[in-house]
């Protein structure tokens, strides 16, 4: 199918609920799991779009939608039990989605990679109206997960530094991606912003409450900082899992490139959250000089050689493979003595 330009399209940041695969006894109950959940969201988005109107573009999942995240289990048995293969039938299933509804369907889930068999990644990914994954981004930072930075040389052989931040320039805009917690990592967006990036597709699963919470300025301020759009999208909260439901619900919301919420909805299962990205407006603004256009603005040179200089969180400590978890909180607080001994902390 044809995917033709457009300056002006609808986008709805979908807040579903997350069926965790973590309780499940092996590999072919999990990818089970997983199906049924597909299978609900190829209904809940076809509802959507029958109710926003064919112009809906673009459409945005919570993160580790398919799965929840990893409790108690080791690095192999998660990536046995609830990774994705790079070309498997998970991404193949969301792929006929996005072919049957003509959108660019966006989300993040955990992914093996053949380059580093011993570790897995948390991935978002956005695929077009063809079927085909356009855009592949690895969180860069985690608290218990291996990142591209963990296995830093031999992540940059391979895939290169605009791999590590792509941005994929399609037909509704030049899309990037940012994984959860990420909207607190100014860096991450910035870099994206620098390679052209106009719409941040945020899948993540948090809490959410009246209070404006650090994430939720995070996300403003990413938005006017880049002069981008944010699509936020959250989990409707998290079922099969220890962890109460409702801990990570509500709040998904789509923010424009002023800092405006164009659109949020409250708890539970909702397609409230959806909204018009204008990117003719928004290209114009880019392009008008003033005070407000902080991108024209920015003098890079005045921050590269303290970034340059300054080593706080080590690269490279998982090329050697699958570590226990605890290698995850020891590193931290290792990096947290070297950072207080150095006075800088």
Do not use: H, Q
């Given at each position: 199918m044809a995917v033709i330009a457009t300056d002006s399209f609808r986008t709805l940041a979908l807040q579903v609920t997350c069926h965790a695969v973590n309780q499940a006894r092996d590999h072919q109950e999990a990818r089970s799991l997983m199906q049924k959940t597909i299978d609900r969201l190829a209904q809940q988005i076809?509802?959507?779009i029958a109710f926003i109107g064919p112009d809906c573009r673009l459409v945005v999942l919570p993160e580790y939608f398919l799965t929840g995240f990893p409790l108690a289990e080791s690095l192999t048995v998660w990536a046995e039990k609830a990774c994705l293969e790079i070309a498997g039938p998970e991404y193949e299933a969301l792929g006929q989605i996005a072919q049957e509804k003509n959108i660019f369907l966006a989300g993040n889930a955990y992914e093996l990679d053949r380059n580093f068999p011993k570790l897995y990644f948390q991935a978002c990914f956005v695929i077009d109206p063809s079927g085909s994954v356009v855009l592949r981004y690895r969180r860069l930072n985690s608290?218990?997960?291996p990142t591209p930075h963990d296995v830093w040389e031999r992540y940059l052989d391979c895939y290169g530094l605009?791999?590590?931040?792509?941005?994929?320039?399609?037909?509704?805009?030049?899309?990037?991606?940012?994984?959860?917690?990420?909207?607190?990592?100014p860096e991450v967006a910035r870099c994206l912003a620098m390679r052209g990036a106009e719409i941040f597709l945020h899948s993540t699963s948090e809490v959410y409450g009246q209070a404006r919470s650090p994430k939720e300025a995070a996300k403003?301020?990413?938005?006017?900082?880049?002069?981008?759009?944010?699509?936020?999208?959250?989990?409707?909260?998290i079922a099969n899992s220890p962890i109460p439901a409702a801990s990570v619900d509500g709040g998904s919301k789509i923010i424009d490139y002023r800092g405006l919420v164009l659109a949020e909805t409250g708890a539970g299962e909702s397609m409230a959250a959806f909204a018009e990205i204008d990117l003719a407006a928004l290209r114009q603004y880019r392009r008008r000089p003033g005070l407000n256009n902080l991108l024209s603005r920015q003098r890079f040179e005045l921050y590269a050689d303290s970034y340059r200089q300054s080593h706080f969180y080590p690269a490279n400590t998982m090329l050697d493979g699958e570590v226990d978890r605890k290698h995850f909180i020891q590193t931290q607080q290792a990096t947290i003595e070297r950072l207080a001994k150095l006075g800088v902390i």
């Open positions: 076809a509802a959507s608290m218990f997960a605009d791999g590590v931040f792509p941005v994929a320039k399609t037909a509704i805009g030049n899309l990037a991606a940012l994984a959860s917690e990420e909207i607190l990592y403003i301020t990413r938005a006017v900082e880049n002069m981008a759009y944010v699509i936020s999208a959250n989990t409707a909260g």
